[in-house]
């Protein structure tokens, strides 16, 4: 179906998805979350909004939050570096994994309803939110990072999960480093660069699917909206480093509550909608 033609109505549409890619590019630089936990639910309702099928709405929600993370985990990632904030050996030893989940991830979500990614987004992000709100801050499940086989299997659950979610990573490595006993400070920054490895080989996935799929957005390229999509990148890429100054600049305390209530905030919505 078009969208509506009246001029006001498209103005209003392009200031709200420019305004959630601001908002989006701080989270990306404060939190090390690519912004998508932002993204999936404003441009899931928005879709609903303009009358797009619910089982494809989650769907293209998820793929055009990808293909915007592309841009702004490069933009914060490369803010992170400058501040030493990236663990290089943690991404070499942890990329081959969460690359390997992505592509399961990625080829799960083009197969299954539009309602349990919506219900994977939900829970995840209301389990992690629960998590970073109510454990006292620098207590840890574990002395270290896991090894061997554990490591693998953490790595690729956090590519595969965040591919179905349309996030970046930081959602659920951020906590997960957390528990292992790593600095928050070096967990978001590290996070901002694990981003990058998710969302690439996730939209070329979304990207190859859907084309014979009925109900999509207009200018819609697989399962991504190129509409969404250029109007949210710009507003993300030059606000992901005023996010990572922030992360900087305000107690580790501070940062995990912000990250808390996002979380909570986004799946909480999400979960009523699928409730009701």
């Excluded at 050996?89 to 990625?106: E, H, M, N």
């Excluded at 906590?175 to 600095?183: A, D, H, M, Y």
């Excluded at 590290?190 to 990058?196: E, N």
Aim: hydrophobic share 55%; with cysteine.
């Amino acid at each position: 179906m078009p969208l509506p033609a009246d001029p006001l109505y498209l103005t209003l549409l392009a200031a709200l998805l420019a305004a959630t890619g601001g908002v989006a590019g701080v989270l990306a630089g404060l939190l090390g979350v690519g912004g998508g936990i932002v993204i999936v639910p404003v441009l899931y309702h928005l879709f609903a909004a303009l009358g797009i099928e619910p089982e494809v709405r989650m769907h293209v929600a998820v793929a055009t939050s990808l293909a915007t993370i592309v841009l702004t985990s490069i933009s914060s990632a490369r803010a992170h570096w400058r501040r030493g904030s990236i663990d290089v050996d943690l991404l070499k030893s942890w990329g081959p994994w969460i690359f390997l989940g992505v592509l399961a991830g990625t080829a799960l979500a083009v197969m299954v309803e539009g309602r349990v990614l919506s219900a994977v987004f939900a829970v995840v992000a209301l389990a992690v939110a629960a998590d970073m709100a109510f454990r006292p801050e620098g207590t840890a499940l574990f002395k270290g990072l896991p090894r061997g086989p554990a490591r693998v299997a953490t790595a690729g659950t956090i590519g595969a999960v965040s591919a179905m979610m349309g996030i970046g990573g930081g959602t659920l490595s951020v906590p997960t480093l957390s528990l292992c006993r790593f600095p928050i400070r070096r967990a978001v920054g590290t996070a901002s660069a694990i981003g990058l490895i998710i969302a690439v080989p996730a939209v070329i996935g979304f990207l190859s699917s859907g084309h014979d799929v009925p109900g999509r957005p207009p200018l819609t390229l697989g399962y991504v909206n190129l509409l969404g999509f250029a109007l949210i990148v710009p507003a993300t890429v030059l606000s992901a480093p005023l996010g990572a100054r922030l992360a900087h600049a305000i107690s580790p305390l501070w940062l995990r509550r912000a990250f808390a209530l996002f979380l909570a905030l986004t799946g909480g919505r999400m979960m009523i909608d699928l409730l009701g």
